[in-house]
Structures are given as structure tokens and as C-alpha cells.
């Protein structure tokens, strides 16, 4: 399998960006003229999203098209980091393949920066996490609907050998219409993938959220790791609901 991060820029079609994106704050949206000072190859900086232990996520327009997409980037400081660095070349090739299930974020193109940060387009989700959702109270039913969709994109992911190893609140959106797009694959790991999977754990190190782990990611031996990781993340989120 080719490199994604080698590959140029995937042309974007008008029809292919979502409809939705988190609800942005005043204070997150950049000026016009801030807009065309800060751009990535084809893309404007709209907004800054979020940070996450695996890079920096913007709301971006493209130039010649106008679509809104969220553009997930590699910080310049990570790049020299070969564990980091291969982490976000596997989540960026992993939702290239799962992104075809309707409750996993597409991603349309990856490139690298004049820097040489890497990053990739995907779809931006307008709406809220699944966290807002739980605190401000969602009805029992609608909860359960949720937990539905997220259980069948990770039956997808498992089906095409993918394990997420982070599901939590925080990783599921929900567009405005209330439609899950389960997100952040970045500790995702093949269900065969052995010593490679090794290669990118370090001795004693523990991946993923501590209230959301199952008992098997509290340990570095990856052979414990399989589908029913992801599971358990599901009770957990299923009893929160």
C-alpha cells in the first residue's frame, strides 16, 4: 500500500464536502484579510478547531471550488517524531478506506506543507461531540440511536481489519440533523498487524483515554488488543448514555 502522505492533493469536487462542522465561537473565525494570509496549498484558513495529542484541526475553504472542509495537520515540531509520524500516515490511509461507511468522516486528499507538516482533508461536521450532547441531556431513545450508528461503522472498521482504540464522547460528532460521524483514528491499529503494531508502542506505554480503556490497553502487550477493545469503549459509552 502506497504511502498516503506521498501522494499529492486528491481533486475536491464542489458535491463532496458535508454539510455540516462544529459550531464556531466568534473569537475562532479569522478575518478576510487573516483568511488570505493563512492558507495550506489550496485551502484557506477559516478557523482553528481543535488539538488533539496528534495535530491541529482547521476549518478550511477551498480557493477555486468554496467548499468548507476540516483539514487536520501534522504540527512542524512532530515531524522529525518517526512514531508520530507514522501514526498520522496510518488514521489518514485508514479513513481513506473506512470513510465510504455513512457514520465515518471521509477523507478526500492528503499532502504536506511548504514546512513538510503533513495533513489531509476530510469532511466538516457541522453540530456538536457526543460529550455536549451527554451534558446537556439527550432523550433515551435518540441516545441509544447513537450508540447504534457508532457500534455500526465499528463492526464496518473491524469488518475491513481496523481497530479505533479510542472511542470516547469526544470522538463521535453529531451532524445537525443528529447523524453520528465517528472521528480521530489516530491510535488505529490493523487487527493483524504484530510487531509493527510493537514497533509503535513503547515498553510499559498505554494507549488511549483511562475512563474509556479496556483492561487489556492498560498493558503494552498488543497481542491482548482485537475487536472487543473497541467493544468494551462502546459499554462505556452506552452506560453514559
Known amino acids: 500500500m502506497d504511502d498516503p502522505l506521498e501522494q499529492s492533493l486528491e481533486p475536491l469536487t464542489p458535491g463532496s464536502q458535508s454539510s455540516g462542522g462544529r459550531e464556531l465561537l466568534p473569537q475562532q473565525m479569522f478575518s478576510s484579510s487573516e483568511r488570505v494570509a493563512q492558507q495550506v496549498d489550496e485551502f484557506w484558513i477559516r478557523a482553528h478547531l481543535g488539538t488533539g495529542a496528534m495535530g491541529q484541526v482547521f476549518l478550511v475553504e477551498h480557493m477555486v471550488q468554496g467548499g468548507m472542509y476540516a483539514l487536520k495537520l501534522l504540527p512542524e515540531e512532530m515531524v522529525s517524531d518517526e512514531e508520530s509520524l ?3 500516515g496510518r488514521e489518514a490511509e485508514a479513513l481513506k478506506i473506512l ?3 455513512p457514520a465515518i468522516v471521509t477523507v478526500y486528499g492528503t499532502g504536506r ?3 513538510g507538516s503533513p495533513y489531509y482533508v476530510m469532511d466538516y461536521v457541522e453540530g456538536r461531540t457526543l460529550k455536549e450532547a451527554f451534558k446537556q441531556g439527550m432523550p433515551t431513545d435518540t441516545a441509544l440511536d447513537v450508540i447504534d450508528q457508532v457500534a455500526d461503522a465499528l463492526a464496518f472498521a473491524h469488518s475491513r481489519n481496523m481497530i479505533h482504540r479510542d472511542l470516547k ?5 453529531l ?3 443528529g447523524k453520528a460521524q465517528l ?3 489516530g491510535l488505529v491499529r490493523l487487527i493483524s498487524q504484530g510487531a509493527d503494531a510493537a514497533r509503535l ?6 494507549l488511549g483515554t483511562p475512563a474509556y480503556m479496556a483492561p487489556e490497553q492498560t498493558s503494552s502487550e498488543e497481542a491482548g488488543i482485537g475487536p472487543w477493545t473497541d467493544v468494551w469503549g462502546l459499554g462505556v459509552l452506552a452506560y453514559e448514555s
Not at 464522547?169 to 460528532?173: D, G
Open 86 to 88: 507514522a501514526r498520522f
Open 183 to 185: 472521528v480521530d483514528f
Open 169 to 173: 464522547p469526544e470522538n463521535v460528532l
Open 99 to 101: 470513510g465510504e461507511h
Open 175 to 177: 451532524n445537525l440533523d
Open 201 to 206: 508502542t513503547q515498553a510499559g506505554q498505554a
Open 113 to 115: 506543507t511548504k514546512g
